[in-house]
Nanobody, 115 residues
């Protein structure tokens, strides 16, 4: 059975940085992965995605500030967040897409950016 664990969230001042981690136990042969976020009272939105080849794509609101990466040896996906803004405050979720089978989701990690 695969377990997905997220870490790295927290409270940071505007302009600061955080690095979110998402790691899966067991071998999942990851095809692609995404980070989503959901702020209070808002719908979940796609923040960033990464392909099998390692190419990242980003929402316009985070482009140039966030970087998604992956380490297949560790079954890990990461989100480096720089120049954080109060509007980045949300619960962040990772979504792992394997070659075969259903997606996996992390439990969510809270990111709070104070002004």
């Amino acid at each position: 059975q695969v377990h997905v664990v997220e870490s790295g969230g927290g409270l940071v001042q505007a302009g600061g940085s955080l690095r979110l981690s998402c790691t899966a136990s067991g071998s999942i042969f990851l095809l692609s992965a995404r980070w989503y976020r959901q702020a209070p009272g808002k719908q979940r939105e796609l923040v960033a995605g990464i392909t099998r080849g390692g190419s990242g794509n980003y929402a316009d609101s985070v482009k140039g500030r966030f970087t998604i990466s992956r380490d297949d040896a560790k079954n890990g996906v990461y989100l480096q967040m720089n120049s954080l803004k109060p509007e980045d405050t949300a619960v962040y979720y990772c979504n792992l897409v394997p070659y075969v089978g259903a997606d996996y989701w992390g439990q969510g990690t809270q990111v709070t950016v104070s002004s």
